[in-house]
């Protein structure tokens, strides 16, 4: 018998290769829906797992729809994935046109656009901060004088990721220069138009993630997730860290929220990744949701910490199959994000954890020689590694030793100003 072909939209980064990798050693046929220059980068090692690739323009959804639901029906396709962010709509209505389990195309734009998701959320009952969309200077003013909105609060690209363009804002007078850095961050594959930029009320408290799996419409939390981001005005984060447990009133009072918000953005079959802040007083915002496997090394935070094969999970999902979720191991699990100190060129880099036992991941990408910023965004990241064991303190305390130990030598731009830098440890979150 011949087995369903497995389709990825964008099969680029660590989640995409793992998944190509779970789906191959299963014996699928492996496809890719990709762009000339992104599969340009593909590795020899994906290109060699794929059965074939359609070159199509993600910024034509429409037509790209049309051409990669016909390869896919030439092809066997039983089942179309995706672990971008940007692609999570088009691949809703991919499913929907081959008949294959996804999630709901006539909801899918809500877990990508966070005007929509803010719409959304606010006729669903989700719990989620107070959201302007605003399009010019007097859109601007009206929000900020908006007392739902207040001080401080967030101002934010529409159709963004990686924490790009996000400013907090202290008070009136910082907001039209985050506007406009909001303004100049377009989706990956935006197509011209000015979409606007949102204004938020701002939610105090502790950010966690909840990663959850749906299947026919009933949802299992694999784990919630708190975060390390950085202070200030732009906020990047730093660090994840899994399982935490909650107590038993905010648990249920995160799940009821993201439950919800699973719901109304209309996530049938398929990974989600819920943003939410929880107050003092164990109040649940929801910031944002994604229609898809969390980023940042989370996957591989589940594998190890709870031993559940997410990227077989996600396979038997897309295929319509029960997959299987339930915890193997009962760890921990932790990955920092290596940042640079100051902007300027990175000189050296040393002291960067090896992949060994307790540490099953670690990868760099900054290149030496190469620029290096202050983080203001997650691109800005210049590595990352993952810590693991059977002790929640252990896993954190290891993490930070190993981060210390880690010497960046940033000098200035050539043509920049400033002084040659000391070597110094990585940022971390306070
Ligand atoms: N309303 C808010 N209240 C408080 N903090 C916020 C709010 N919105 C965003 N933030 C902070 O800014 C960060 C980035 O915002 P957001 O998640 O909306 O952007 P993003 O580009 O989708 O980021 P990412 O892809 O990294 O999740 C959040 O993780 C949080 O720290
Ligand atoms: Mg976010």
Redesign the pocket.
Not at 161 to 166: L, N, P, Q, W, Y
């Given at each position: 018998m011949t087995l369903p072909g497995v389709l990825l939209l964008d099969a680029a980064g660590p989640e995409a290769g793992a998944l190509a990798r779970a789906a191959a050693a299963r014996r699928h046929q492996v496809h890719a829906a990709t762009t000339t220059t992104a599969y340009a980068d593909y590795g020899p090692e994906l290109k060699g797992l794929l059965a074939g690739h359609i070159v199509t323009d993600f910024t034509r959804p429409d037509r790209a729809l049309d051409e990669i639901a016909a390869y896919a029906r030439r092809r066997g396709v039983g089942a179309v994935l995706t672990v971008n962010?940007y692609l999570t709509e088009l691949t809703a209505h991919l499913c929907a046109e081959l008949g294959v389990p996804g999630n709901d195309p006539g909801r899918a734009h809500a877990a990508r656009d966070?005007a929509a998701m803010a719409e959304t959320f606010a006729v669903a009952g989700v719990r989620a901060?107070y959201t302007v969309l605003v399009r010019d200077a007097d859109g601007l003013r009206a929000a900020l004088a908006d007392p739902s909105v207040g001080f401080p609060?967030?101002i934010?690209?529409v159709a963004?990721?990686?924490?790009?363009?996000?400013t907090?804002v202290s008070g009136p007078a910082g907001a039209a220069a985050a506007a406009d850095a909001a303004r100049t961050v377009a989706g990956m594959y935006a197509r011209g138009g000015d979409p606007g930029v949102l204004v938020?009320?701002?939610?105090?408290g502790a950010?966690y993630s909840v990663e959850s799996f749906t299947q026919d419409g009933n949802t299992t939390h694999l784990a919630v997730t708190r975060?390390q981001?950085t202070g200030g005005a732009n906020?990047?984060?730093t660090g994840h860290s899994l399982p935490v447990h909650l107590t038993p009133v905010v648990e249920a009072a995160v799940y009821r929220e993201v439950k919800a918000a699973i719901r109304a953005a209309g996530i049938r079959h398929g990974a989600s990744h819920t943003?939410v802040?929880v107050s003092r007083d164990g109040r649940c915002?929801v910031?944002?949701i994604?229609a898809r496997l969390a980023?940042?090394q989370i996957g591989v935070l589940i594998q190890h910490a709870l031993g559940v094969d997410v990227w077989a999970a996600l396979l038997d999902v897309a295929l319509g199959r029960p997959a299987a979720l339930a915890p193997t191991t009962h760890g921990y699990a932790t990955v920092r994000f290596v940042t640079s100190p100051r902007a300027g060129r990175l000189a050296s880099l040393s002291g960067l954890p090896r992949v060994g036992p307790g540490v099953p991941f670690a990868r760099w990408r900054a290149a030496i020689g190469g620029p290096v910023h202050e983080p203001h965004?997650?691109g800005h990241r210049l590595g990352s590694f993952v810590v693991t064991g059977p002790d929640a303190a252990e896993v954190e305390e290891r993490a930070d030793t190993l981060l210390r130990e880690i010497r960046i030598h940033v000098e200035p731009h050539p043509n920049g100003p400033g002084q040659v830098s000391e070597a110094s440890t990585s940022a971390i979150a306070p």
């Open positions: 962010e966070k901060p609060c967030v934010k690209p963004g990721a990686g924490s790009a363009g996000v907090v938020q009320a701002y939610a105090a950010e975060k981001v906020r990047v984060e943003e802040i915002s910031i944002e994604g980023a940042g965004a997650n």
